[in-house]
């Protein structure tokens, strides 16, 4: 706790050694204080929060932070993308702006940008990177609007993130033994592994887009249009599902569940099913792209299906069944050692 004399201020150290200051009066929100104990931006928001009055307008002026993503949000760059990736960027600005708004936004130097992301690196380097993707947009903002000449966070690297899990034969049996055709859970693998698409495109897959036994799916990461065959056992298990709305797997009440709903579904069922946290619905996409491989299929006909625009990615699951082939002949053709006499 801290030693500031200031009625209904609480203060604690956090994981990475620095304070953090709330005001805490029953009847009231909590609200965090920024800046340091003293400070102008301190004692406005201070009194802002005691008086009801909302806190952004306190957050350090018109070329503060605050200003600066409020400002962004009402950009064309940003109203251009994807409902998805606005929420993405919304979730990572969210704590920076509550964080750190009250900072200028003029003069933000290039290692208070690289402590911001290294922050959050320390053991969440996927949410780092999201982050630093969405304030270099923001601050490519800044330099628009002429507040200053160049973005402190251009020059942050990427933090290297280890590639998803591809679901094993084992995994996959355990998961469909324990989801029977018919179960949501089961149709939601089915449509992910079938079609080998991305959770954001399967949540999306409506019944007016099935043509005889052809489904036609517009990627939403890639706009890449598709036109898939729809494979007997997933008829199957789209036909034990039965109707519940316009989309092939939605939310209970037939509505569309997003993204991230159903991978909260879909990671809980596998929990249930034994199986480890590392099996997510993109894993179950690699599954499938790696059996074909596997069976055979060329780098073309892979992405056919999958949608890559390029086959670098394509490459690695074909190179993968190849080796694996291949070895299998070499040791088979390989000599056995003879005694010798």
């Known amino acids: 706790m801290t030693d500031i004399q200031l009625p209904y201020v609480q203060g604690f150290r956090d994981r990475h050694g620095l304070m953090r200051y709330y005001v805490r009066k029953k009847g009231l929100k909590r609200v965090a204080l920024p800046g340091l104990p003293g400070s102008q931006a301190f004692m406005e928001a201070y009194h802002a929060a005691l008086g009801g009055r909302p806190i952004a307008e306190f957050k350090g002026g018109p070329r503060s932070l605050s200003a600066l993503i409020k400002s962004y949000y009402a950009s064309p760059k940003f109203k251009n993308l994807e409902e998805s990736s606005q929420e993405t960027y919304r979730q990572a600005l969210k704590p920076i702006e509550e964080r750190d708004g009250h900072r200028s936004a003029v003069d933000l130097p290039e290692d208070k ?61 355990a998961y469909i033994a324990r989801w029977p055709v018919g179960t949501r859970e089961r149709t939601a693998f089915d449509l992910h592994y079938y079609t080998a698409q991305r959770i954001s495109d399967v949540v999306k897959m409506r019944r007016d887009e099935i043509t005889g036994d052809t489904l036609y799916v517009i990627q939403q990461k890639t706009k890449v249009e598709l036109n898939i065959r729809i494979h007997p056992e997933l008829r199957r298990s789209l036909n034990a599902y039965g109707i519940r709305g316009q989309h092939l797997i939605g939310r209970l009440d037939g509505k569309q569940i997003s993204a991230k ?35 055979g299929a060329s780098e073309k006909v892979i992405a056919a299906l999958s949608g890559h625009q390029t086959l670098n990615e394509i490459a690695r699951y074909t190179k993968a069944a190849d080796q694996g082939r291949l070895v299998v002949s070499a040791i088979a053709a390989l000599p056995a050692l003879q005694p010798e006499g």
């Open 113 to 173: 940008a690289r402590k911001i992301i290294e922050e959050i690196g320390v053991d969440r380097p996927g949410a780092a990177n999201t982050t630093r993707a969405a304030l270099c947009n923001v601050f490519d903002h800044a330099v628009k609007l002429k507040w200053r000449h160049g973005n402190p966070f251009a020059g942050i690297e990427r933090y290297k993130l280890g590639s998803f899990h591809t679901w094993t034969e084992k995994e996959i049996a």
């Open 261 to 295: 709903a159903l991978r909260e579904v879909m990671e809980e069922a596998a929990a249930k099913a034994g199986l480890s946290k590392k099996c997510t619905p993109h894993g179950i996409r690699k599954a499938a792209l790696t059996r074909l491989a596997e069976a």
